[in-house]
């Protein structure tokens, strides 16, 4: 079966599956209480209202039919048609025109890794060319590799923002965020460019593991091993190149940091936004997203950074 015909991804909010979507959140984000307060169920149906856009995606053939009856049977969330996934968009604008700001997106934890993100996003692609929305802004982590390899990579975005901390301790007390700072690049999706074109209506993508282009003068920084196995800050740390492209290199794995020693996470975090803050205040752009690998089978995730041609001239 077609990959894209293993999941339905609706284009409206139904009345009988709100409910379920702020369920799937609560689900998603592992909050407790979550569900109790009545700010969520809002939040679904403002998008939805206000020319903005909620998508959900359901299984139609990702699990076989037993393995959805093995499910059921540890969890009667399974036992019926209930949103794997989920999208919500606002609608705004700024000076440069109306946009979509991707305000929220989740998808089952049983259902990692079987492209459900990939698929929901496909959809609204095809949503914004049809309300001939231009480009599409969003937040994301960008220590966590699967989201550069997805946004960058696969979808053809760029960031030319990184937020300091950017959302509050009201939305930090999940599993993901608590105790670490929620630094974000701040992504846009240009619709009608062909960088983005190319890659989701022809799947023209360039080569993620073509690290031809760097050397040890344009890599800024490295990503060492501790005792523990675990990546750390290492001791390069580079702030005056003025070369077009530049790599900063990330965690390939900061899901295991989280999971084994959380301590750990913020002096990475703090190491690498200084960098990004850095580049992105001189009008560098992230273009790209490249995965190496070493010798001992080690994977190394690094972000392509090109200069604006308006800030090339500027030595600073």
Known sequence: MDDHRKVRVEKYLRASV????????????NRDGYREVNAPMLYFELAYLTNGLVLTAFDEGVYPEEERRRMAQEDPWYAQDRPIGFLACFADFDKKGPFWYGARMGVDRLYWDKNIGEEILRVLYECAKERSIPRIRWTYDP???????????????IVREIGFNYYSAVFTSD???????????????????????????RG????????????????????????????????????????????????????????????????????????????????????????????????????????DSRWKTLNI
Not at 143 to 153: C, D, K, P, Q
Request: proline residues 3%; charged residues 30%.
């Open 143 to 157: 220590l966590v590799s699967r989201n550069g390899y997805i946004y960058i990579h696969r979808m053809g975005a």
């Open 175 to 201: 599993e993901f965020n608590r105790s670490i700072s929620t630094d974000r690049f701040i992504v846009e999706w240009l619709i009608q460019t062909d960088r983005v074109r190319e890659r989701i209506e």
């Open 204 to 307: 023209i993508l360039p080569s993620l593991h073509d690290t031809s282009e760097m050397t040890e003068e344009n890599i800024v920084n490295a990503i060492d091993m501790d005792e523990d196995g675990l990546e750390c800050p290492g001791e390069k740390n580079v702030f005056h190149l003025n070369v077009s492209p530049l790599f900063v290199e990330i965690p390939y794995n900061q899901d295991r940091i989280l999971k084994v020693d959380r301590t750990k996470a913020q002096p990475l975090r703090d190491y690498c936004r200084a960098l990004f803050m850095h580049y992105l205040a001189r009008g560098y752009v992230v273009r790209g997203f490249v995965v190496g690998k070493e010798a001992d089978n080690r994977r190394r995730a690094y972000y392509r950074l090109e200069r």
């Open 18 to 29: 709100l409910n379920d979507v702020v369920e799937l959140e609560k689900r998603v984000w």
